[in-house]
Protein backbone atom coordinates (compact mmCIF):
# COMPACT_ATOMS: atom_id res chain seq x y z
CA UNK A 1 0.00 0.00 0.00
CA UNK A 2 1.33 3.28 -0.97
CA UNK A 3 1.54 5.95 2.00
CA UNK A 4 0.40 9.40 1.69
CA UNK A 5 2.55 12.22 2.48
CA UNK A 6 2.04 15.57 3.47
CA UNK A 7 4.34 18.65 3.50
CA UNK A 8 3.46 22.38 4.45
CA UNK A 9 1.47 23.03 1.28
CA UNK A 10 1.49 19.58 -0.72
CA UNK A 11 -0.23 16.49 0.05
CA UNK A 12 1.11 13.18 -2.27
CA UNK A 13 -1.15 10.29 -2.71
CA UNK A 14 -1.62 7.46 -4.76
CA UNK A 15 -3.04 8.22 -7.95
CA UNK A 16 -6.95 7.06 -8.53
CA UNK A 17 -8.33 6.53 -12.10
CA UNK A 18 -9.66 10.02 -12.26
CA UNK A 19 -6.30 11.71 -12.48
CA UNK A 20 -5.74 10.26 -15.76
CA UNK A 21 -6.66 13.44 -17.93
CA UNK A 22 -4.37 15.76 -15.72
CA UNK A 23 -1.49 13.18 -15.65
CA UNK A 24 -1.88 13.25 -19.70
CA UNK A 25 -1.69 17.30 -19.77
CA UNK A 26 1.15 16.96 -17.11
CA UNK A 27 3.28 14.62 -19.42
CA UNK A 28 2.03 16.25 -22.73
CA UNK A 29 3.17 20.06 -21.74
CA UNK A 30 6.63 20.16 -23.64
CA UNK A 31 8.12 22.86 -21.14
CA UNK A 32 7.54 19.31 -18.17
CA UNK A 33 8.10 16.93 -20.66
CA UNK A 34 11.35 17.87 -22.11
CA UNK A 35 13.23 16.65 -18.99
CA UNK A 36 11.83 13.93 -18.26
CA UNK A 37 13.59 10.89 -20.35
CA UNK A 38 13.40 10.74 -23.78
CA UNK A 39 9.94 12.75 -23.81
CA UNK A 40 8.01 14.16 -25.34
CA UNK A 41 6.15 11.18 -25.73
CA UNK A 42 3.52 10.57 -27.66
CA UNK A 43 -0.42 10.32 -25.49
CA UNK A 44 -1.04 6.99 -26.53
CA UNK A 45 2.20 6.38 -24.99
CA UNK A 46 1.72 8.43 -21.49
CA UNK A 47 -1.80 6.98 -21.11
CA UNK A 48 -0.79 3.63 -21.19
CA UNK A 49 1.97 4.54 -18.63
CA UNK A 50 -0.94 5.66 -16.56
CA UNK A 51 -2.69 2.39 -16.69
CA UNK A 52 0.66 0.81 -15.83
CA UNK A 53 0.82 2.52 -12.71
CA UNK A 54 -2.48 0.90 -11.54
CA UNK A 55 -1.50 -3.00 -13.17
CA UNK A 56 1.73 -3.04 -12.80
CA UNK A 57 3.38 -0.71 -9.78
CA UNK A 58 0.73 -0.93 -7.81
CA UNK A 59 -0.74 -4.10 -7.81
CA UNK A 60 2.74 -5.67 -7.40
CA UNK A 61 3.85 -3.16 -4.78
CA UNK A 62 7.06 -2.35 -6.75
CA UNK A 63 7.56 0.67 -5.60
CA UNK A 64 5.88 4.52 -4.61
CA UNK A 65 4.32 6.56 -7.10
CA UNK A 66 1.88 9.60 -6.11
CA UNK A 67 -0.20 12.42 -7.66
CA UNK A 68 0.66 15.81 -6.06
CA UNK A 69 -1.81 18.42 -5.14
CA UNK A 70 -1.81 21.21 -3.71
CA UNK A 71 -5.07 22.93 -2.15
CA UNK A 72 -6.95 20.00 -3.43
CA UNK A 73 -5.80 20.39 -7.34
CA UNK A 74 -3.24 17.82 -8.94
CA UNK A 75 -0.32 19.93 -9.36
CA UNK A 76 2.67 17.09 -10.27
CA UNK A 77 3.66 13.72 -10.00
CA UNK A 78 6.64 11.97 -7.79
CA UNK A 79 8.05 8.66 -7.14
CA UNK A 80 10.90 6.75 -6.00
CA UNK A 81 12.02 3.73 -7.08
CA UNK A 82 14.63 0.92 -7.44
CA UNK A 83 17.11 1.98 -10.66
CA UNK A 84 19.81 -0.14 -11.85
CA UNK A 85 21.08 2.74 -13.83
CA UNK A 86 21.87 4.47 -10.20
CA UNK A 87 22.43 1.44 -8.23
CA UNK A 88 19.83 2.53 -5.71
CA UNK A 89 16.57 4.42 -5.25
CA UNK A 90 16.02 7.50 -7.71
CA UNK A 91 13.78 9.91 -7.18
CA UNK A 92 11.72 11.51 -10.56
CA UNK A 93 9.34 14.34 -9.63
CA UNK A 94 7.34 16.69 -11.88
CA UNK A 95 5.59 19.99 -11.34
CA UNK A 96 2.80 21.76 -13.82
CA UNK A 97 4.94 24.88 -15.12
CA UNK A 98 2.00 27.01 -12.83
CA UNK A 99 3.10 25.55 -9.59
CA UNK A 100 6.78 26.47 -10.73
CA UNK A 101 8.74 29.83 -8.56
CA UNK A 102 7.10 29.06 -5.59
CA UNK A 103 9.36 26.58 -3.63
CA UNK A 104 7.32 23.65 -4.30
CA UNK A 105 9.72 21.41 -6.08
CA UNK A 106 11.83 22.03 -3.28
CA UNK A 107 9.00 21.01 -0.84
CA UNK A 108 8.37 17.68 -2.82
CA UNK A 109 11.47 16.66 -3.74
CA UNK A 110 12.42 17.03 0.33
CA UNK A 111 9.69 14.87 1.02
CA UNK A 112 9.88 11.97 -1.35
CA UNK A 113 13.80 12.18 0.22
CA UNK A 114 12.67 12.13 3.67
CA UNK A 115 10.22 9.20 3.07
CA UNK A 116 13.32 7.31 1.55
CA UNK A 117 15.35 7.83 4.44
CA UNK A 118 12.68 7.23 7.01
CA UNK A 119 9.96 4.53 5.62
CA UNK A 120 12.19 3.24 3.27
CA UNK A 121 15.25 2.98 5.27
CA UNK A 122 17.89 4.14 2.39
CA UNK A 123 21.06 5.18 3.30
CA UNK A 124 21.22 7.24 0.14
CA UNK A 125 19.02 8.69 -2.75
CA UNK A 126 19.86 9.28 -5.99
CA UNK A 127 18.31 11.72 -8.57
CA UNK A 128 19.19 11.77 -12.64
CA UNK A 129 19.00 15.07 -14.07
CA UNK A 130 19.73 16.34 -17.83
CA UNK A 131 22.97 18.31 -17.53
CA UNK A 132 21.02 21.66 -19.55
CA UNK A 133 18.28 21.15 -16.46
CA UNK A 134 19.76 23.70 -14.41
CA UNK A 135 16.36 24.66 -12.48
CA UNK A 136 16.62 21.00 -11.30
CA UNK A 137 20.22 21.08 -10.84
CA UNK A 138 20.16 23.57 -8.31
CA UNK A 139 17.26 23.04 -6.85
CA UNK A 140 18.71 19.43 -5.75
CA UNK A 141 22.42 20.91 -4.62
CA UNK A 142 20.25 23.43 -2.37
CA UNK A 143 18.84 20.41 -0.41
CA UNK A 144 22.25 18.56 -0.35
CA UNK A 145 22.27 16.07 -3.65
CA UNK A 146 25.86 15.91 -4.71
CA UNK A 147 27.42 15.39 -8.32
CA UNK A 148 28.71 11.76 -8.48
CA UNK A 149 29.32 11.22 -11.87
CA UNK A 150 27.62 11.86 -15.69
CA UNK A 151 26.26 9.63 -17.86
CA UNK A 152 26.37 9.86 -21.34
CA UNK A 153 23.11 9.33 -23.29
CA UNK A 154 22.58 7.12 -26.12
CA UNK A 155 21.95 10.86 -28.04
CA UNK A 156 25.46 11.98 -27.14
CA UNK A 157 23.59 13.93 -23.71
CA UNK A 158 24.82 14.10 -20.79
CA UNK A 159 23.26 13.08 -17.68
CA UNK A 160 23.99 14.36 -13.71
CA UNK A 161 24.10 10.99 -11.31
CA UNK A 162 23.73 13.28 -7.58
CA UNK A 163 23.34 10.90 -4.54
CA UNK A 164 22.17 12.36 -1.20
CA UNK A 165 22.74 10.50 2.43
CA UNK A 166 21.14 11.68 5.41
CA UNK A 167 22.07 14.78 7.39
CA UNK A 168 24.65 13.07 10.25
CA UNK A 169 23.51 14.06 13.64
CA UNK A 170 25.85 16.17 15.84
CA UNK A 171 28.14 13.79 18.16
CA UNK A 172 27.10 13.41 21.63
CA UNK A 173 28.63 15.56 24.32
CA UNK A 174 30.52 13.90 26.97
CA UNK A 175 29.84 15.55 30.24
Request: net charge negative.
Amino acid sequence: MIPSLRTERLQLDPYVPEDEEVFVALFLDARVSRWMGDGPYPEGEIRALFGRIFTKVYAQQLFEVWAVRRDGRFVGHAEIKPSEVVGGHEIIYALAPEAWGAGLGTELAEAVVAHGFGALGLSEVHATVAAPNLASLALLGRIGFERVRDITEEDGGTTHLLTRRPARSAPALQG
